[in-house]
């Protein structure tokens, strides 16, 4: 089904990959060069008491229900070495295939944890959890109101002393818990792809 207005999701994530990079070559255009032992910020990025905001581009699709393009603003902080909690909020559009398009939002808290880190890399694993709600249900019989939930993993990339860049795949899980009744809750599961800026603070 097509919409006036509506733009494909390729070209929606290509332009929030762009707006990406943007952003990342502003802030660390001035600190490209390798971090040495000398820098009191050449240690580990991910120790304890460690803090990061982060914005990330992100977009899923199942192509016989919805795809979603969204926007997440989170504040991390580093409970213990290489473990973190994430707080913060999501936006962006969902394009129904069976309803009309349009926005969504909400909070979200999750966890993520470094197995593996060697500088500049690292990997991890993580999962978020957010209540979010939507200017149209994805079907006519489901609720506006839904449980977003992502899990899923990636690689971080140290690009300067205080910003890193980061990306990777998750899980991407909607419902209602069944709120109002199994009738009443469509849910939807797919592939997430996303790239994110981190910086410290």
């Not at 910020?41 to 460690?50: I, L, N, T, Y």
């Not at 919805?66 to 909690?85: E, K």
């Not at 808290?109 to 249900?137: D, F, I, T």
């Not at 818990?177 to 410290?200: C, F, I, P, Q, T």
Request: hydrophobic share 40%.
């Amino acid at each position: 089904m097509t919409y006036a207005g509506f733009v494909p999701p390729s070209r929606l994530l290509s332009s929030l990959c762009v707006l990406a990079w943007l952003s990342l070559a502003s802030c660390t255009s001035a600190a490209r060069a390798e971090p040495s032992a000398s820098d009191p910020g050449a240690g580990d990025p991910f120790k304890q008491g460690s803090r990061y905001w982060s914005v990330t581009a992100a977009t899923s699709r199942k192509p016989s229900l919805a795809w979603f393009a969204l926007t997440q603003l989170h504040a991390s902080y580093y409970l213990v070495d290489d473990l973190a909690i994430e707080c913060g909020g999501q936006f962006g559009y969902v394009e129904s295939q069976r309803t009309s398009g349009g926005a969504y939002g909400g909070a979200e808290l999750g966890m993520r944890w470094h197995v593996a880190k060697r500088n500049p890399w690292s990997l991890y694993v993580e999962a978020l959890a957010g209540a979010v709600y939507q200017r149209h249900p994805i079907t006519p019989a489901s609720l506006r109101f839904n449980f977003d939930l992502q899990g899923g993993g990636g690689v971080t990339y140290r690009v300067s002393r205080n910003a890193m860049l980061a990306g990777g795949i998750r899980a991407h899980h909607l419902s209602n818990a069944r709120v109002r009744g199994r009738n009443h809750n469509m849910g939807y599961d797919a592939a997430m792809l996303y790239l994110e800026l981190m910086k410290s603070f």
